[in-house]
């Protein structure tokens, strides 16, 4: 067996025991909080706020998201047309970890964050932080720089003279201490807001790129998503049997649970099922396309027996959730308040 030195144990005193709290922490393990200090953990700062306005369109608050970013200087700023959050709020929603209006179901019923750390770790890693909420007529800012604040800067509940159209705007520089500096993949944002945009049908996304302003917006929603994904694939459908179920409903453990699918039966046998939970997609499927895929197997059968519809040379006609899985493709998008 190994022996041990216990004599070593002076090197590890009360002394040795550290705590950061808040920012500070942030600052020096940052990948446990965006998971990256590269181009990955810059584009994740801009999803959180990106996020954030997805949150507020989900709940009838917001329908338009501006984002902008400078190449050179790489700021990227974000601003949506809500209400604004609550101006006594603001400082603790982006200082302190942990803090936020999605821990419970009353503001948001449904919401991609659920930690409330986002905003408090896009101020600690940007080399300059500004955020602005309005509300009525007045506003309240903040400045920081690299997580400290700049109270010099404040303007505490001040009478608001600006676009009314405006609810919230953060805008920041990560900081290049602690990134790469690396441009914000700009090919990989296009792609999130094509997307963000068939998921939450009547959401306005504009991009503005070094100037160059392109828009994001989708009239059909799901189903504009399904049709550009089967003939990217070159899977042969009918556009008229496109079927359609929404709704809303309560578990038996009072969690509110939403469901949107949209679902096609190809010509081809092709697996072809995207599923989504609160904006965010689930490549491993889940409950919800399990549930799905049984419940629609359940529903054919149930149909082609009462309406007598099973050939006469056959005892049963039995459509497994196998056939299911070969011949139908569709999107199932939940969104659930946990």
């Given at each position: 067996m190994?022996?041990?030195?216990?004599?070593k144990a002076?090197?590890?005193?009360?002394?040795?025991?550290?705590?950061?709290?808040?920012m500070?922490?942030?600052?020096?393990?940052?990948?446990?909080?965006?998971?990256a200090?590269?181009?990955?953990?810059i584009?994740?700062?801009?999803?959180?706020?990106?996020?954030?306005?997805?949150d507020?369109?989900?709940?009838?608050?917001?329908?338009?998201?501006?984002?902008?970013?400078?190449?050179?200087t790489?700021?990227m700023?974000?601003?949506?047309?809500?209400?604004?959050?609550?101006?006594?709020s603001?400082?603790?929603?982006?200082?302190k970890?942990?803090s936020?209006?999605?821990?419970?179901?009353?503001?948001?019923?449904?919401h991609?964050?659920?930690?409330?750390?986002?905003l408090?770790?896009?101020?600690?890693?940007?080399t300059?932080?500004?955020?602005?909420?309005?509300?009525?007529?007045?506003?309240?800012?903040?400045?920081?720089?690299?997580?400290?604040?700049?109270k010099?800067?404040d303007i505490?509940?001040?009478?608001?003279?600006?676009?009314?159209?405006?609810?919230?705007?953060?805008?920041?520089?990560p900081?290049?201490?602690?990134?790469?500096?690396?441009v914000?993949?700009?090919?990989?944002l296009?792609?999130l807001?094509?997307?963000?945009?068939y998921?939450?049908?009547?959401?306005?996304?504009?991009?503005?790129?070094?100037?160059?302003?392109?828009?994001?917006?989708?009239?059909?929603?799901?189903?504009?998503?399904l049709t550009?994904?089967?003939?990217?694939?070159?899977?042969?459908?009918?556009?008229?049997?496109?079927v359609?179920v929404?709704?809303?409903?309560?578990?038996?453990?009072?969690?509110?649970?939403?469901?949107d699918?949209?679902?096609?039966i190809?010509?081809?046998?092709?697996?072809?099922?995207?599923?989504?939970?609160?904006?965010?997609?689930?490549?491993?499927?889940?409950?919800?396309?399990k549930?799905?895929r049984?419940?629609?197997?359940?529903?054919?059968?149930q149909y082609?027996?009462?309406?007598?519809m099973i050939p006469k040379?056959l005892?049963?006609?039995?459509?497994s959730?196998?056939?299911?899985?070969a011949?139908?493709?569709?999107?199932?998008?939940?969104?659930?308040?946990?």
């Amino acid at each position: 067996m190994l022996e041990i030195d216990r004599s070593k144990a002076g090197s590890y005193s009360a002394s040795s025991m550290k705590s950061f709290e808040g920012m500070s922490g942030v600052r020096i393990r940052p990948t446990m909080y965006i998971k990256a200090t590269d181009e990955r953990g810059i584009f994740k700062m801009a999803l959180e706020l990106i996020q954030n306005v997805i949150d507020e369109f989900t709940v009838g608050r917001a329908n338009h998201l501006l984002f902008e970013y400078d190449t050179i200087t790489r700021r990227m700023t974000v601003t949506d047309n809500g209400c604004g959050l609550p101006l006594e709020s603001v400082f603790n929603a982006i200082t302190k970890l942990h803090s936020g209006g999605k821990f419970d179901n009353e503001a948001y019923e449904f919401h991609a964050g659920q930690n409330g750390v986002g905003l408090t770790v896009c101020n600690a890693l940007s080399t300059s932080f500004d955020f602005m909420s309005h509300r009525g007529d007045l506003y309240t800012s903040y400045h920081f720089e690299k997580g400290e604040h700049i109270k010099s800067e404040d303007i505490i509940e001040k009478k608001y003279n600006g676009d009314p159209n405006i609810g919230v705007r953060v805008s920041l520089i990560p900081d290049d201490t602690i990134f790469n500096p690396a441009v914000l993949d700009k090919h990989k944002l296009i792609s999130l807001f094509e997307l963000t945009s068939y998921l939450n049908k009547g959401l306005t996304i504009d991009l503005d790129w070094d100037g160059k302003k392109q828009r994001f917006y989708s009239e059909e929603g799901l189903k504009g998503l399904l049709t550009k994904e089967l003939k990217s694939r070159g899977i042969r459908y009918s556009n008229d049997a496109f079927v359609y179920v929404n709704g809303k409903d309560t578990t038996p453990q009072g969690k509110k649970l939403q469901a949107d699918i949209v679902f096609n039966i190809a010509n081809d046998k092709s697996e072809c099922l995207l599923s989504f939970v609160n904006n965010m997609r689930t490549e491993e499927d889940g409950t919800h396309v399990k549930s799905f895929r049984m419940g629609l197997s359940q529903a054919l059968n149930q149909y082609i027996k009462a309406n007598d519809m099973i050939p006469k040379n056959l005892s049963k006609l039995d459509t497994s959730s196998n056939i299911i899985r070969a011949y139908i493709t569709g999107i199932v998008s939940i969104k659930h308040s946990d």
